[in-house]
Structure formats: C-alpha cells, structure tokens
C-alpha cells in the first residue's frame, strides 16, 4: 500500500522502551526448579515494540521514550535507524541503565510470569512532554502505554488537541492510572481484565461485555476493541458490535501480539478503513506475531498480514 508521507500523515508513540530478556522452557515450566530451556534478548517495550511494527508497515513514525547511555541503549539507536523509526524526540539519561523486562513463558508459549524495571520513565515529567507538543499535534495519531506517568499522560490528553489518542493499556496494574482518563481517547484495546477495571463491571457473560462497551462508548471513547485471549476480539464503533476469532491459532511467542495488534490498528486508522477492517488488520498482525519466536516478527508487513489472514478461518 505505499509509504505515508504527507503532511500530518505520521504515527508518534510516546511510552516505553526497555530490553527484553525472554526465557523459553524446553518442555513443561515445572516451578521452584532449575528449567531446561533457552534464553533469548531483544529489544522491547511496549511503546518501543509499537513503533517498530508501525514503522515496518511503512507508516512515518516517531517513538517519544526514554532509554540509558549503555550498550542497551546503543543498540535501541542503531536498530530504530535500521528501521526507520525516528528517535530525535527521545531522550538519552546520561549515566543511567535502560529498562528491562524479563519474562518467562510456559511450555505452549504464553506468558506465565514477567518482572519489569521501569522506574526511569518517571521522568517522561510534563517539563518534558511540552517540548513535544507541536510533533504530538500535527500527527495523525499518537498511542501512549501506560509506562508514561499519569500526570503526563493527563497532561497530553487535556492539553494537546488535533490528533486521536489510542491506549494501551500494559497490564492490569498500570491500566488504574488512566480509569478517570478513559474518555480522553479515541481508540481503546484492553484485554477482559483490563476492561473490568476500567469499567467496574465484572465481565463473566456476553451480556457483560456489552455493557463493558456501553460504559466506553459513555465515557467518549470512539471505537472499543477488548481482546478475548483465544476466543478473538470484540469490537464496537459505537453503533454496531462485533466480534473476529481465529480457528486453532499457532503460538510460538504470544509476548508481542498485543502490540502488533494496536499498530495495525492504528496504521489501520491513518488509511481511514472502517472498525471491521482495522480489526481484521490487528488480528492478522497478532498472528504474525505469534508465529515468530521475536517479540517483533521481522516479516511484518501489510502483504504479510494478508496473506496470513488468508491462510487462516475467521469466525
């Protein structure tokens, strides 16, 4: 589908940037045990792994983080210009360690556990983010994970105008910080989980998950996409609701799908395609993604994630 270039036709990321280090179990995760497996390093965050999908689906885009002055960091620079992905409005903490993130999956593929270190991005502070208002503005869309402060995000979301915001959400702990903030966004994507906490409202039936919509919608949330784990995605713009579920999807890294999925969303958006289609872009992005051992798939593209959505069944 080409490049996007023109003016205002550009993504900004502002959120997390951090180093993966993933362990991968050989067989079943047996706990309080040495566990037979492999351990890989990648570059991660989710702000970061946002960006880097979007820039490998040709959309302009510049990522609004924080990382160290080490090796780590050194190497987040040289792969984002490998890529084309705009770090000139990051900043560089001299003296400082960039972020990691650690998790350990199970024997199919899933997370089972992860800690985080992510304490410097408590100083993404409003001092910071005002310098970004002009680039923020003039986007087309900008995503903010919840990694960034509340006060900066609150900051961004009532004082910056002229471009939707999309949320992601990170984790059900994080998600709190952006409960009184939820109308402030355009596009929201949390897991069930995450939705009741946003919401209040217990979700155990479908019936629940509709009024977990509603309460978005009422709040001034344009378009609700809530992921369903392996039973797919339910999505709304508003005035219809919908749903999209992949027969017997392969997993071999489920960490990065999340993260594909809202990129695709919102290169999805950029093209100005309906809810369907946007959420018929984020699953095939998710698939891509969890058919490669890489929390980013390298393969990621618009011809990729059609021909992956070609290969699967769709209910």
Known sequence: MGNINSKKNYAVVVGGTNIDILGIPKKGLIYHDSNIGNVKTSLGGVGRNIAENLSRLSVDTHLVSIIGDDSYGDLIIESSKEIGLNLDNSLVLEGENTSIYLSILDGEGDMEVALSSMDMFEKMDIGFIK???????????C????NVPKDTIEYILKNFKGTDFFLDTVSTEKAKKVKDLIGLFHTVKPNKIEAEILTGIEIKTDDDLKKAIEYFHSKGVKNVFISLSKDGVIFSDGKNIDRLKVKDPSIINATGAGDAFIAALSYGHMRGLDIREKARLGVGASLLALSHENTINPNMSVKNIDKKLEEVELC
Not at 143 to 146: L, M, Q, R, S
């Open 131 to 141: 310098s970004k208002k002009k680039l923020i503005e003039e986007s087309k869309v």
């Open 143 to 146: 995503i903010i994970d919840t």
